[in-house]
Nanobody
Framework: QVQLVESGGGLVQAGGSLRLSCVAS????????MGWFRQVPGKDREFVSS????????YYADSVKGRFTISRDNAKNTVYLQMNSLKPEDTAVYYC?????????????????WGQGTQVTVSS
């Protein structure tokens, strides 16, 4: 079992930045690939970014490429999402997910564990 807790969301103006954190507890964090997804009411959970267990592989949705950066610190059991040049369309609840094994996925269904989410609101 893995427990995930996200933090760092908030209200920011367009063009601003936020850094989300996701702290994991339970089983060995380094055994899991991690992903960030986001969701708005009435829509499916959308892939944002993912990172392999070692951190050597990172992947991004086209909509955030060049603006967001994912990273992880296995010593701190934490994965981060640095979000720069935020746009109003980035407004959503952001969730981190954990997936056992070395491979990441852009499919929400591939992740076994989820946090409770953190709200990000970008005003225009």
């Amino acid at each position: 079992q893995v427990q995930l807790v996200e933090s760092g969301g908030g209200l920011v103006q367009a063009g601003g930045s936020l850094r989300l954190s996701c702290v994991a507890s339970g089983r060995t964090f380094s055994s899991y690939a991690m992903g960030w997804f986001r969701q708005v009411p009435g829509k499916d959970r959308e892939f944002v970014s993912s990172i392999s267990w070692s951190g050597s592989g990172t992947y991004y949705a086209d909509s955030v490429k060049g603006r967001f950066t994912i990273s992880r610190d296995n010593a701190k059991n934490t994965v981060y999402l640095q979000m720069n040049s935020l746009k109003p369309e980035d407004t959503a609840v952001y969730y981190c997910g954990a997936r056992g094994g070395i491979y990441t996925s852009s499919s929400a269904g591939a992740y076994e564990y989820w946090g409770q989410g953190t709200q990000v609101t970008v005003s225009s």
